[in-house]
């Protein structure tokens, strides 16, 4: 019983998905008249409806679920990790999918998509991802990387009539699948060098002898940290991710960049600075070359776009760069500023792609930069929702963006990594320009008479959108409490070997 309890959250998800699956098999389509196939009529609609519901109300119970067992423990060697790490990574997966859950059922009505399989696919890739960041066990955590890589494989490609869609499934598939090749490659090789797949005796037993002599560990901490990059979409293997971001249904973007990045990012943080603490010299150099990069070269390919879509694509992959900063400080303050950046990126993202894919209205026709003329004054509450996010994005006090770099740029400077906290300084500052240049559209030129103003949104969607503003702003404003969370959420007891800088003790 004990293993039911600590995957109650994954147990009430996968349930949810199954029951949405088999509703879709034995209830009759297209009950109430229209069109199905178009996302017509009211049967069609109530059943998108019912599977919205039970798709929010189960990541609601899950969520419950992960609050419930914050104060449970477990062996040190179980399989499941039950303590503060899991719950906040928890917390911000599941609050990221329920903002994305919400604000994408306009676009399915909209855009004719049946729900049942999109939900129940949505549900399936989030246990993965829980699975993923709770897993203590190295085979577990490769069964929680492939449920959530096939999930998103199959919706990515989810609008079938779109070859765009097709062509991005077919891309993040065949890369995905190098990936995985890696990971399992360097899980094996990990076997090898420890002799068990169980993280917390395999950190044991790094600590217990020098790990840069041992070519076969070092292989393995080395194809592993790729098969991650890859997930992550870190320079140099970030090429999926613009396609496949362009080319997804918005909401699946959504998800893909807020929950995808999330959970591999929090695994990753988890196995490097927590796991292989006592090899740190094996990956942080890789990891500092791969932050370096991934600052730089997305920031500067963006300030081309002309695509908002795809230039929020190139910032995603920027912003994987600014939290590996958190991974090479490998100390207290730099893995609870990560959390910390990584819950309000995750916010920012879900409301800044909510308002993309209204503004693009059917068949996101109207993706342009030069669609957004206007929009502030012709939509203001759309407008001023924007301005809050890119603002947020770029590191403009007062948004939690600003606070999270802030205390990124800190802990940085603490672990005397000042070319990595330089780094991050000029990269954001040549992020101004792409982010702002929307937001002269919106302010500063006129939309052409003959363009049409995007639909005023539905009071549901200005609800989810103005939550997500008042989350960014209230993270700006009050962020102390927030750091404070996540720093008592990482309070566990460090596995032998484990990176942890403290304050030298005081003079006797």
Known sequence: MSHWVALLPEVILSLAAMFILMRDAFVRPGVGGGDPAAGGGAGEQGRMSVDCLVTLYSIAGALIASLWLMDASGPPDAMIALDGFRVAADVILLGGALLVVSLSRDYLSREGMR???????????????????????????????????????????????????SEASLKYFIVGAFASAFVVYGISLLYGATGTTRLATAAERIAAAPAGGDLLLVAGIGLLLIGFAFKIAAVP????????????????????????????????????????????????????????????????????????????????????????????????????????????????????????FHVAGRGDRNQRVRDYRGLGWRRPMLGAALLVFLLSLAGFPPTAGFVGKLYLLRAAVDAGEISLAVTLVLTSLVAYYYYLRVV??????????????????????NLVVGICVALILLGGLFPGRLIDRARDALAETPAPGMVVQTEDPPAP
């Open 115 to 165: 729900s049942p399989e999109f939900h129940a696919l949505i549900l399936l890739a989030l246990v993965g991802m829980m699975v993923l960041v709770a897993a203590r066990d190295l085979i577990l955590l490769f069964v929680g990387l492939e449920l959530m890589s096939i999930s998103v494989y199959v919706l990515t490609g989810y609008v079938r009539k779109n070859p765009r869609s």
């Open 440 to 461: 002269w559209k919106m302010y500063f030129e006129a939309a052409p008479e003959d363009v049409h103003a995007p639909p005023s949104p539905k009071p549901g969607f």
């Open 237 to 356: 293997f970030h090429m999926w991710a613009p396609d496949a971001y362009d080319g997804a249904p918005t909401p699946v973007t959504s998800f893909m960049a807020t929950g995808v990045k999330a959970a591999a990012f929090i695994a990753l943080l988890r196995v490097l600075t927590v796991d292989l603490g006592g090899a740190a010299e094996v990956w942080r150099g890789a990891v500092w070359w791969l932050a370096i990069l991934t600052m730089i070269v997305p920031n500067l390919v963006a300030l081309s776009q002309q695509d908002v879509k795809r230039m929020l694509a190139y910032s995603s992959v920027a912003h994987a760069g600014y939290l590996l900063v958190g991974v090479v400080a490998a100390s207290e303050l730099g893995r609870s500023a990560s959390l910390f950046y990584l819950a309000a990126y995750t916010v920012v993202t879900a409301g800044s792609f909510a308002i993309v």
